[in-house]
């Protein structure tokens, strides 16, 4: 455990942050690189532990990949070539990895025992390990195969017209994954739209692929092409950057290529919404993923409603935004995001009682949250509920509260964002 002590400051937050590669995209990378034969660079790759995960589950299928830096080689012999591994995949925290993996390795034809860390053994797997077994999967875990670990035996999965019963691009990716490697074609109906990464993935590796709206078909059996990818950065990292921006009076930080894919870019409606004062330019687009420099200035904030089908395009989100609402004009109410009740931590719950610790007025609700706004934050210990999004929202607390906020352990910020406190000194130089 490492305690992380923030000092609120005196004066404006100004810089400019290069913040790193997108997790989601990351883990997709590595993933669609491993199954296609052929050599693959990724640039610009998340060193997370979360990501470093997937990897370690390729490699331990006899995929060959060496990292250098943020650029990653991968050398596979494609679908075919992956073999059964010897020993255990550990996915760590990693609920994409875990995810992901438990769809491709459901038709591979080996048998695979898969397991996580006290964490990620609590997080719910049958949404997706029923709709595999009604492909033909053989998967078997605690809790009838609910929670990890979980044995699986490859079998030969027959494609399925599947309506997804949750708002979940995991659960998405998961079957889309499976279909690939599935008897007939697959096709799969949302309920909103999701972040849509492994679907330009899947068409940048060359995959016979239709999006009708919110109807995806995959035909199977197909061979992937290697292509390079270039990872932008992770508009979920610089959302505490764009907070901080926000809240902080006279600051004034430039976010360089940010990833501002429509199906993930919510949080930049909500700041419009609220009257923050974000701007967008220098946008280019690869490998169907736009990303651009966002520049945030301080502005004075007003509570807004937060529902319906944004909430998937804002879900990792909604902690600093719960922070954010805190110090806006009037209240702010997010519904209709459940979901958090099963991510890393009960995030609903985590983020209501350490802004409350910190002095804001939260109702909570079962899918969200109610916020009173234009509130004084001081200072106070929390906790961090191990979970990386709640470590850095309160350190973005820190910088407006009266007193020091003081953080029982910091070090889950190694999941998704490594460097996040030298980047945050960085501004305040």
């Known amino acids: 455990m490492k305690e992380g002590i923030i000092q609120s400051i005196c004066k404006p937050l100004s810089g400019t942050i290069a913040v790193p590669g997108d997790k989601s995209i990351s883990h997709r990378a590595i993933i669609f690189a491993a ?8 640039t610009n790759f998340l060193e997370s532990e979360d990501c470093l995960r997937t990897i370690a589950a390729f490699q331990a299928m006899g995929v060959h990949i060496q990292r250098s830096g943020t650029t990653v080689f991968v050398e596979s012999g494609g679908l075919e070539a992956l073999q059964e591994p010897e020993t255990p995949i550990y996915f760590g925290n990693s609920g994409t990895t875990a995810r992901l993996m438990i769809g491709l390795l ?3 034809p080996f048998f695979t025992v898969v397991h996580g860390d006290s964490s990620l053994s609590k997080r719910p797997m049958n949404r997706v ?4 077994r009604q492909m033909g999967a053989n998967i078997d875990g605690r809790d009838k195969g609910n929670l990890l ?6 079998s030969k999965l027959k494609a399925i017209d599947y309506q997804l019963p949750v708002k979940s691009a995991q659960v998405k990716s998961a079957l889309l994954l499976a279909g690939l490697i599935s008897e007939g074609e697959m096709k799969i109906t949302e309920k909103a739209l999701t972040r849509d990464h492994t679907e330009n993935m899947l068409q940048a590796f060359g995959a016979d692929i239709l999006i009708n709206q919110k109807q995806i078909t995959i035909k199977a059996k197909q061979a992937l092409q290697p292509v390079d990818v270039h990872v932008p950065g992770d508009i979920s990292s610089a959302a505490f950057f764009l907070a901080a921006g926000a809240v902080v009076p006279h600051s004034s930080i430039v976010l360089e290529q940010v990833g501002i894919n429509f199906s993930r870019s919510g949080i930049l409606e909500v700041l419009e919404a609220m009257g923050a004062n974000v701007i967008i330019d220098q946008v280019s687009e690869k490998a169907g993923e736009q990303f651009g420099r966002l520049t945030i200035n301080h502005a ?4 807004t409603i937060i529902e319906g089908d944004i909430i998937p395009r804002l879900i990792d989100e ?3 935004i719960a922070l954010l609402a805190t110090q806006a004009k009037g209240e702010t109410i997010i519904r209709d995001a ?3 009740r099963v991510k890393e931590t009960d995030r609903i719950a985590a983020v209501a009682d350490v802004l409350t610790t910190l002095g804001a007025h939260i109702t909570t609700l079962e899918d969200g949250m109610i916020i009173q706004g234009s509130t004084t934050l001081h200072g106070g210990k929390v906790s961090s509920y191990h979970d990386h999004r709640i470590v850095m929202m309160a350190a973005v607390a820190g910088l407006i509260a009266t007193e020091e906020v003081i953080i029982d352990d910091i070090s889950s910020t190694a999941i998704s964002y490594p460097n996040f406190f030298q980047d945050l000194a960085s501004i305040q130089s």
């Not at 390990?129 to 595999?132: N, T």
């Not at 670990?149 to 490859?154: F, K, M, S």
């Open 35 to 42: 199954l296609a034969e052929g050599k693959t660079t990724i």
């Open 149 to 154: 670990p979980l044995a699986i035996r490859g």
């Open 338 to 340: 459940a979901e958090l």
């Open 300 to 303: 004075a904030l007003q509570g």
């Open 318 to 320: 909604i902690p600093v």
């Open 129 to 132: 390990v029923e709709p595999l």
């Open 106 to 108: 459901a038709g591979l």
